[in-house]
Structure formats: C-alpha cells, structure tokens
C-alpha cells in the first residue's frame, strides 16, 4: 500500500505542474548515452549525467565516478525569400566551435563510518545547456533583423542526492550560470546590419543563480531486486541574467547597455520499463515529457543603464511540450568479449516551436523540430581487456585504478520542419520567406568509475 501510495504522489505531481517561464533554445545532449536515446533519461538516471537529467539518479552511483565529453553541433541554414533569392546560413562554420561540452562527477559516501551519510551521493559538474552559434552573411536580407547570436553559456552544477526510502531518491541542486573566456567570447552576442558598411553588435554577461530537484520511484523489482519500473520527476527553476555590457558600431563602443535574459523553468515528468532485465540482458524503454513556460519571454528590450529603453524587442513566446521517447538493449554478458557489456541506442524528440511570425528572429531555431538519435556504447570492467593489451582494472593514475571504464557515443539530426514567415512590415520585411533547417550533432563521453 505505501508503495501504491508514494507512486500515485509522484504521478500527481507529473500532472499538476504548470510553471511559467522563458528560454533561449536548449541543447539537447547532456551526455552521450542519454543523447543515444533521444535524452528520455529521468527515470532512467544511471551515469553520472544524472547530475543534469535527474540528481536523485545519483544515488544509484557507487564509488566515485566522472563523466567528461561534448558534442559537435553543425548543419544547413536556408531562406528562400518572397522574390525567391535564396540565403544560406551556418554555425558560425561549418561545426560550432567550442563545442558544448559537459563534465561530471560524483561520490557516494556510503563506508565513510558515518551513518548518516551511508544514503547521501555528492557531486558537482559542468555543462553548457542553452544556445549555438547562428550565423547569415552580412549582404542577406535577413542581416538587417539579425547576422548573428552566441550564448556560450556555463552551468556549474554543485549537486546532492538522497536515498529516503530503499525504492525512493531525492535529490537536489544549484544552477550557477555565468560566462567564462575559456568558451567563446566570454559574453552573449548578438549582431545585426544597421546600414551598409555598417554593423551593430551588442554584447553582456553576468552570473544568476537557479536551481533543481528530481525524485525517482521504484515501482516495481525483478526477483534479483533490480528495477522494472521506475517513474521520475524532475524541476529546474527560472534564473534571470542581466546581460550587462556594450553597443558597438563597426567594432567601437557607442554606449553601454544592458538586456534582461531569463533562462526557464522546466518540468519532466517520466517513466520506464524494462522488459527485459537479468544477468545477461537489458532492455529499457522510456518516455519522458517536458513542459517549458516560454510564454514568460516578453521582450529582450536593449536599455541604457538608467533603464531607458534603446531599442525595444518584443518577443511574446509562447509555452511549448516536448516528447522524448528512447531505448537501450544492454549485452552485460558475452563469451566473445568477457568482462565487456555492449549497448545499443534509439530515441526519437519532437519539440514545439516557441516564437510568433511576428517576432521571429533568424538567428534562433524556431521552428516545430523533430530529433532522431541512436546510440552506442562500450563499459569495461576489471576483469575485460582492453584492446587485448591490459586489464581494465590497470587503467588509472598511480594507486588509483578504475573499476570500470566506458565509452558511449551518439548521433542526433534535427529535422526542423519547413515554416513560412510572413506579415512582417519595414525594417523587419528581410525576415519573410521560407525557413528550411537541419542540425547535425554527434557526441562523446567517456567515463570511469572508481
């Protein structure tokens, strides 16, 4: 009956909340395994890429683990306007550079001969969750609206997670957002055509604070005790930047400025099963469901300091679901490679469109989206070989060896689908026409456990 109970509040929270707030787009792909999957990881949660997917997954981590890699993100941009010039557009090249990357560790401090802590996993990681690069040739319409954004964004993520109850995790954690030099240029950018010959660029940073919590639920366990259904639940708050920085024109500073940019709140709610799980094999399916309040982007108004509005950009988004269904078929167990286990990935991500005709900026991808991923990864033991030459179990620093080393990989194409921009008068008429996008993205991470 408890059982029962703690499942039906954790479901009652899927389906109660309705948050409002704003973002810029997110990237999806916080880790390798789960970017296999179509990122439908919440309730899956077993890496240390829990720390961004869902912190309570954390205390399913022994030992101490790290996660480190990133993904390479490129693509085709076309606009075919009303007179039917066409207007290609990138990445700022033809991959994002730096890459979005992430890192990660935890540590489960259970045999520290504290009892209190025997349930309690610590961790802290890295990431950089929001934005990409976009890029249009100065000489496009579309240059008057906008040639080109940036958000090399930073997620410091300081993170603790929980073991209330043998089937029930908590966890919970800080978002600090900042930029730093080391990715990008260190600011948010944005560039657009004033004249001919003439550039405007307005840039910002600044650091804000947010923060997340997740639950995972084990409904149902196999005879070996392992899950078969777990049901998860995660939130991330909204943090507000205020983007302080410089006007320039042709590369000289006309005045400081500021814009308020508010990063999301988001809630997932999600659920999965395993068909098959035993001692050789895994089978997991999962569905996860994320709403985003958009509706809370009303303007990224360009002001003075004393607040004058400069320039006013409305924006009026609207709140937006996004599906995620992924898989994972695991061989944990094979005669031809003892000591290794082998997974397999697939996923598939439809995500909305948050941006209004009548706001649309070329520099943000905005349109209905469809994401496919599939997967691949490679775990090593103590007792598998590494490329015939050393055991797994050898690899390390000194006295420090990892128990487990792994390698996963992933790929994701973003089919946007097609959308006509139209109603857009004077300065913003460039912006009319035919949008036709794809996104490519391929990802590593590498991972240990100690």
């Not at 991808?365 to 103590?382: M, N, Q, W, Y």
């Not at 912006?431 to 590593?444: E, I, K, R, S």
């Amino acid at each position: 009956m408890r059982r029962f109970s703690l499942l039906l509040i954790i479901i009652v929270l899927i389906g109660s909340s309705s948050p409002v707030s704003a973002q810029v787009p997110r990237i999806f792909g916080q880790g390798a395994a789960a970017s296999g999957m179509g990122n439908a990881f919440a309730a899956q949660a077993d890496n240390p890429s829990a720390l961004h997917y869902n912190p309570a997954g954390m205390t399913q981590l022994p030992g101490v683990q790290v996660m480190a890699g990133g993904l390479l993100v490129g693509g085709p941009l076309s606009h075919r306007g009303p007179n039917g010039l066409t207007t290609s557009g990138d990445h700022d090249g033809v991959i994002a550079w730096p890459a979005p990357a992430h890192t990660y560790i935890t540590a489960n401090l259970q045999g520290l001969g504290v009892p209190l802590l025997d349930k309690l996993t610590v961790g802290v990681g890295v990431t950089t969750p929001f934005g990409s690069a976009t890029r249009w040739p100065d000489t496009s319409p579309l240059s008057t609206v906008a040639s080109f954004s940036a958000l090399p964004l930073f997620d410091i993520k300081p993170t603790i997670a929980y073991q209330l109850l043998p089937d029930l995790s908590i966890g919970a954690g800080a978002d600090i957002y900042t930029f730093a030099g080391l990715f990008g240029e260190g600011h948010a950018e944005f560039q657009r055509v004033v004249s001919p010959g003439s550039k405007l660029e307005l840039n910002g940073k600044d650091t804000a604070l947010g923060f997340n919590v997740g639950a995972l639920y084990t409904a149902l366990r196999n005879g070996d005790g392992l899950p078969v259904v777990n049901v998860a639940v995660v939130y991330r708050s909204q943090a507000t930047l205020h983007l302080d920085g410089v006007q320039l024109i042709n590369g000289v500073k006309v005045r400081d400025t500021t814009t308020t940019l508010v990063l999301p709140q988001v809630i997932t709610g999600g659920i999965a099963l395993w068909p098959i799980r035993n001692t050789e094999r895994e089978w997991k399916l999962e569905l996860n469901v994320d709403y985003v309040g958009w509706k809370s982007v009303r303007n990224l108004d360009i002001r003075r300091p004393d607040g004058t509005v400069l320039l006013p950009q409305p924006q009026n988004w609207k709140s937006t679901y996004a599906i995620l269904v992924g898989t994972e078929y695991r061989w944990l167990k094979m005669n031809q490679l003892p000591g290794w286990e082998v997974a397999v990935r697939g996923g598939y991500t439809h995500q909305q469109t948050q941006v209004p005709d009548a706001t649309f900026n070329p520099t943000i991808p905005s349109a209905d989206v469809h994401i496919i991923s599939t997967g691949f990864g490679l775990l090593c033991r103590e007792n598998g070989s590494f490329l015939g030459l050393t055991p797994c179990g050898s690899l390390g620093i000194g006295s420090i060896k990892a128990k487990v080393v792994g390698v996963d990989l992933s790929y994701q194409v973003s089919l946007y689908e097609p959308r006509t921009i139209a109603g857009n008068t004077l300065d913003r008429a460039g912006v009319n026409g035919f949008y036709q996008n794809t996104a490519h993205a391929g990802g590593l991470s590498v991972r240990a456990s100690f």
